[in-house]
């Protein structure tokens, strides 16, 4: 791991702290198996707010510590390692993006400060189809009056259930599949024609489809400049996909040492199942996938705090290498257990579940290495 | 090199087909639903009475056991017979009459093992479906060292008395009976390990169900406390039941290659795939994952290749060839691999686990992509698999 800051290893150790002690995997079972809707425990997430989490890059301005992002890294690879539910990822990450990044003044001041001390969650309303294609965006948003009116769906919307907001790509011209004419709202969830179903996810996190009937909103719930969202949007998307990739370097460190202790203590033929020499080479191999991860998550993450012109290959590179890490590692993890890794009881399975998951939002390896080639000019 | 005459075949084809178009039940050309699985027993529910009707049918005619002697209830049918079968079966895209442990595996030992009195008390009920099988081999010290269980089995004079416990026994809960690997000599590794057959409304026999992270309970913890179990359900010598357990897995490895762990229901991946990720200029649009489902189809294609001719050179030499070692591994594989690429093509539709907003047939999906991570574990894990093939086939021996 590349030098912290004093802040850094406190901010780290106290995640590692509070994450053991109040969000262990146990608790994740727990949500699942009471059914939650909103898929988190809001007292969790309030605590989060109250140890600075939420708004770890948000403007001090706007109540935040603006750390930077390599900072909330920290954080979001700890939460991960429990596979902690929490709208970090959604609401600190992406939504404090959009809004740092490209709000005016007004909506700063209305939801920044919220957003720090964990007071809103706000999901990313941004995909159409089953895979992520920011610029398919089709949702139609008409004038109408000084305001607008939407009129579209958005499925697999990430806390979907529990947000009080949602950061909506809407076309407002061109046809779908170009970058031009797509601009970002922020639709409170209470406005009239919009609702949402909740789906039951495999790891069981709180998404729903969200559904816009003519809903009309002000001129002031466009975030940035109309028909001009996409730049902003792939710059928020770069954050998330950054964060989400050391999230899921955390759950891949997990799922890898619980793997590792039980190469050490399973013993089969007489002896601990790690002697075995074709075990140890793949846990080697999974290793060096797991450092290589590592820089590829600290590059993107350093590079987003030092504005560094490399930014957006930096993040699919992160996010890519994180979905293959994370892929390998949690198959892994089931098959080096044997029949206790398929069962419900042992949280391999939960680790796979949630790989997935994480592996397909803000893009998957096959689309960000496709982007990557495209940025890199081949 | 045939055991019928080619003419003789054709006229068997043809009365086979008509006997087939004439018996079997057209209510059963719907999809089949995992509940609907025939696997009979003496607690089998048939939501269609047709799916017994048929069962009952191909049973009378020993076809459910195409091969076994008509003497236990079996069809008598040469290989080339069986396969003629076989293929009108898969013309008619026939359901399964029966699934059965009792009929993958433990008939085919018992064929070469047992005693007369077994043969005829325990074959014919498993040809009709009456009785249904689990196998107790796997225990919690004892898996890919399957030799090192510790199941006890005593010899009480007129009885034996077992004491112990199974784990990841399939269907336990459902079974009628089991066919059971117990410890009889502990002064001995292998050799103390006999083969037994007793009925699971023993007294002090408890399954347990275990849920797998697909939902579902297909497997228990069987506990065995002072069960009784009398002394001709003994397969074999005492002491000499690792001959047979290992026969029987093969019997298993090759079933589950043959079925090809039962993928391919369903959706076809490229349909999948051009539906969720779209078509551009008639291709999957997605470059990447097109040239990954062509990788896994080729890879398909050259399994179902090995596969025949695995089974044409194993029958001119009248032994296993080497091909037939690897193709558990393969099957493995191939059914993971083709899972993976369907969860992935279907996108967030593969992620679902129940309820509105999935399609129930990407829900399905990801039940058996989840399923499918247990193919490289169940009846043998691949690492045992290739050590079996770096050792026996290729001469590698371990570093002394
Ligand atoms: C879906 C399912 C159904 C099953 N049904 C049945 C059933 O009906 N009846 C029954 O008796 N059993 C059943 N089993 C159990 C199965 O046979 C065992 O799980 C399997 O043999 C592995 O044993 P284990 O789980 O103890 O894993 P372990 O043997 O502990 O293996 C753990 C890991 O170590 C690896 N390993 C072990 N030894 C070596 C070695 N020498 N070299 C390299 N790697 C090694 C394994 O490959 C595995 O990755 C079922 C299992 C599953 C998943």
């Given at each position: ?100 990044l490209g709000a005016g003044a007004a909506q700063k001041e209305a939801w920044l400060g919220r957003i720090a001390e964990a007071g809103a969650v706000i999901a990313p309303a941004i995909d159409e189809h089953a895979h992520h294609a920011p610029a398919a965006t ?241 | ?279 551009s200029g008639g291709k999957i649009a997605d470059p990447d994952l097109r040239a990954r489902i062509a990788e896994h189809r080729m890879y398909a294609k050259a399994f179902a290749l090995t596969v025949r001719r695995a089974e044409a050179e194993s029958k001119a ?84």
């Amino acid at each position: 791991m590349a030098v912290l800051t004093e802040e850094q290893v406190m901010l780290k150790d106290a995640a590692k702290g509070w994450v053991s002690e109040r969000s262990p995997v146990s608790a994740l079972r727990k949500l699942r198996d009471a059914d939650v809707d909103v898929g988190f425990d809001r007292a969790a997430w309030a605590e989060m707010g109250q140890m600075g989490w939420a708004g770890v890059v948000v403007p001090e301005t706007y109540g935040g510590s603006e750390f930077g992002y390599r900072s909330l890294g920290l954080v979001l690879e700890e939460t991960g390692r429990t596979l902690t539910n929490s709208p970090l990822v959604s609401t600190a990450l992406f939504a404090a993006s959009v809004l740092t990044l490209g709000a005016g003044a007004a909506q700063k001041e209305a939801w920044l400060g919220r957003i720090a001390e964990a007071g809103a969650v706000i999901a990313p309303a941004i995909d159409e189809h089953a895979h992520h294609a920011p610029a398919a965006t089709a949702l139609a948003a008409t004038r109408s009056g000084d305001g607008w009116t939407l009129t579209g769906k958005k499925p697999f919307v990430l806390d979907g259930m529990a947000a009080d907001a949602f950061i909506v790509a809407a076309r407002t011209s061109g046809k779908p599949g170009e970058e031009a004419g797509i601009t970002l709202f922020l639709v409170p969830a209470s406005a009239p024609g919009l609702s949402r179903t909740r789906l039951k996810t495999v790891d069981s996190r709180g998404a729903a489809d969200v559904s816009f009937e003519g809903v009309a909103v002000g001129a002031d719930t466009v975030i940035g400049q109309a028909d001009q969202g996409f730049g902003l949007l792939d710059q928020a998307l770069d954050r998330a996909r950054a964060g989400l990739a050391a999230e899921m370097l955390g759950q891949a460190s997990q799922a890898f040492e619980i793997t590792l202790d039980y190469l050490k203590t399973r013993v089969q033929f007489g002896q601990v199942i790690g002697t075995f020499q074709s075990l140890q080479h793949r846990a080697a191999k999974m290793f060096t996938e797991l450092e290589m991860t590592r820089s590829c998550v600290e590059a993107a993450l350093d590079a987003i705090d030092s504005n560094g012109n490399d930014v957006r290959a930096l993040c699919s590179l992160a996010k890519a290498k994180a979905s293959e890490t994370v892929h390998l590692v949690s198959n892994e993890m089931v098959q080096m257990h044997g029949g206790i890794g398929m069962t419900d009881a042992h949280d391999a399975g939960l680790y796979m579940k949630r790989a997935r998951v994480s592996e397909a939002l803000f893009g998957g390896a096959s689309f960000h290495r496709d982007r990557y080639a495209t940025l890199m000019g081949y | 090199m045939t055991d019928s005459a080619p003419t003789e075949l054709d006229a068997f084809r043809a009365e086979t087909r008509a006997w087939l178009e004439q018996n079997y039940p057209r209510s059963l050309d719907a999809p089949m639903a995992e509940d609907d699985a025939p696997w009979g027993g003496r607690r089998a529910k048939w939501s269609n009475p047709d799916a017994k009707l048929w069962l009952d049918r191909m049973a009378a005619k020993g076809w459910t056991a195409p091969t076994w002697p008509t003497a236990y209830g079996g069809g008598g049918l040469s290989a080339e017979q069986n396969r003629v079968l076989q293929q009108e079966l898969i013309r008619l895209k026939a359901r399964p009459a029966l699934m059965s442990f009792g009929l993958w595996m433990l008939g085919p030992v018992l064929l070469e093992y047992a005693t007369e009195e077994q043969k005829q008390k325990f074959l014919p009920p498993i040809v009709r479906g009456e009785i249904r099988w689990c196998q107790g081999y796997s225990e919690p010290g004892a898996g890919s060292d399957l030799a090192g269980l510790q199941t006890r089995c005593e010899d009480q004079g007129d009885h034996y008395l077992v004491n112990g416990q199974k784990v990841w026994t399939s269907y336990a809960d459902q079974a009628d009976w089991i066919f059971c690997l117990v410890r009889t000599d502990t002064s001995k590794k292998h050799e103390g390990i006999s083969f037994l057959l007793f009925d699971m409304t023993t007294p002090g026999v408890e399954p347990r169900p275990i849920k797998l992270i697909s939902g579902s309970s297909p497997f228990c913890e069987t506990f065995f406390d002072n069960v009784k179990v009398p002394k001709d359900q003994l397969v074999g010598r005492l002491n000499g039941g690792w001959d047979i357990a290992k026969r029987l897995l093969q019997y298993e490895r090759q079933n589950i290659s043959a079925s090809g762990f039962g993928g391919g229901a369903g959706p076809e991946l490229e349909d999948v795939a051009k539906a969720f990720v779209g078509v551009s200029g008639g291709k999957i649009a997605d470059p990447d994952l097109r040239a990954r489902i062509a990788e896994h189809r080729m890879y398909a294609k050259a399994f179902a290749l090995t596969v025949r001719r695995a089974e044409a050179e194993s029958k001119a030499a009248k032994g296993p060839s080497a091909a037939t070692s690897i193709i558990k591994y393969a099957a493995a594989k191939m059914n993971q691999d083709r899972s993976e690429l369907m969860v992935e093509a279907l996108g967030t539709q593969g992620l679902g686990w129940e309820g509105e907003g999935f399609d129930p047939d990407a829900l399905k999906a990801t039940r058996a992509w989840l399923r499918s991570k247990g193919n490289s574990i169940e009846g043998g894990t691949s690492e045992v698999n290739l050590n079996v093939v770096a050792k026996r086939v290729l001469g590698l021996l371990d570093h002394q």
